[in-house]
């Protein structure tokens, strides 16, 4: 399951710094704009306690995490819309990706260039945001130069998208981004066959000074990106971008030791990582047996069979029943076997929606 979120933002605010430490992949971190111009795209595991648990109740030959995709985008500049900068091409990168992950500068270095010469997140996520509403109006007034000749003469098809693109207009004019307009759920597949830049999930990620870890909330300019986001109901996640570098270099055991000496529960690449993940409306089942315990991404809403099928088609196409527990009553049985003991291991079929946390046995017949 190929999704992949974009890291954006202006130059200079951390952007490849971060994906280093969430990639560990090295690329290029520069202070000057444009270091980045060729998005690099990262696979990173997606950090899962119950995998762990699950490993410790089985005691399988090997572990499997799933994996999730981040694609570090070159720095936005004003006028990207026009082709400013290397406008034309941040913009088809960032086409290309399912969310957007807008990493925001909330940090004051004199040392680091800021690109408009002062911090001002709020700034900083206006010119993103309205670059990115300009490109979209550009797309959408193209679109109704098309298809107005065809709504004026009755076409239904025509008439109905004609409905959704002035609504979009109206609101990209309003500087309102797609995904925060709203539309029923024909219409929203209108929007969606635009792809739209607006359209994308968005969560922003504050980037702090390594001072300012332990007491973020206290930063003025973490409070204003934590009110920007509400207001379109966004997540904020908190980040020191040069210390998740430096944790990201060290193994298990000195990570865990120096987060806790920052005070530090889990780090903030770890809940980036997780909230992506989610943005993207994906979760997780899992399959476990001696030989393998392995956790596998899924779509929220997809049934059994199409879940089976992330494994291997002939699983899909084959496809008789799941065996189905849930993690919690796995770990509370303490083995699969306790669990079908106390009736807590169901056979579903195939209108049976899967779960979060599912621990699955596929059996098919091809």
């Known amino acids: 399951m190929a999704l992949t979120a974009g890291i954006v933002g202006l130059p200079n605010v951390g952007k490849s710094t971060l994906f280093n430490a969430i990639t560990q992949a090295g690329a290029e971190a520069a202070n000057y704009p444009f ?9 990173v595991e997606v950090p899962d306690e119950r995998l762990n648990k699950l490993t410790e109740l089985v005691k399988p030959k090997k572990t499997v995490p799933t ?12 006028g990207a819309s ?4 290397l406008g ?5 990168h960032i086409r290309q990706v399912d969310a957007i992950c807008q990493v925001v500068r909330c940090f004051v270095d004199e040392n680091i260039t800021h690109v408009s010469g002062k911090v001002d997140p709020i700034e900083d996520i206006e010119v993103i945001n309205l670059e990115l509403i300009l490109a979209d109006l550009e797309t959408v007034n193209k679109r109704i130069q098309r298809v107005e000749k065809l709504a004026r003469q009755k076409d239904k098809e025509a008439v ?15 500087e309102k981004p797609a995904r925060a307009l709203e539309f029923s759920e024909e219409q929203w597949k209108v929007v969606k066959g635009l792809h739209l830049l607006t359209s994308k999930p968005i969560l922003y990620v504050a980037n702090v000074g390594e001072d300012e870890v332990q007491d973020a909330d206290s930063n ?5 990106v934590r009110e920007y986001a509400a207001k379109e109901d966004a997540e ?7 210390i998740e570098e430096e944790i990201s270099e060290l193994d298990t055991d000195e990570k865990a030791m120096f987060l806790e000496e920052l005070g530090i529960e ?22 476990a047996g001696e030989q393998e315990v392995r956790a596998w991404t899924f779509r929220k809403g997809i049934k059994a069979p199409q879940a089976a099928g992330i494994i291997h088609s002939d699983f899909e196409r084959g496809f008789i029943r799941a065996e189905t527990v849930s993690y919690k009553d796995l770990v509370e049985a303490g083995s699969m076997v306790h669990a079908r003991e106390k009736g807590k291991v169901r056979l579903e079929g195939k209108e049976y929606l899967v779960q979060d946390g599912d621990v699955i046995h596929f059996r098919f017949n091809v």
């Open 67 to 78: 994996t999730f995709e981040f694609t570090d985008i070159a720095g936005i500049v004003k």
């Open 35 to 43: 270091a980045t111009i060729d998005p690099n795209v990262g696979i």
């Open 220 to 224: 003025e300019n973490v409070q204003k």
């Open 236 to 242: 904020v996640i908190v980040i020191c971008a040069k």
């Open 88 to 92: 034309n091409q941040f913009l088809s």
């Open 160 to 174: 109905a998208e004609f409905s959704v693109l002035s609504i979009l207009r109206d609101g990209l004019e309003e």
């Open 82 to 85: 026009k082709g400013e900068g």
């Open 266 to 287: 889990e780090s903030g690449l770890d809940k980036l990582i997780k909230a992506s993940y989610s943005l993207l409306g994906l979760a997780t089942y899992f399959t």
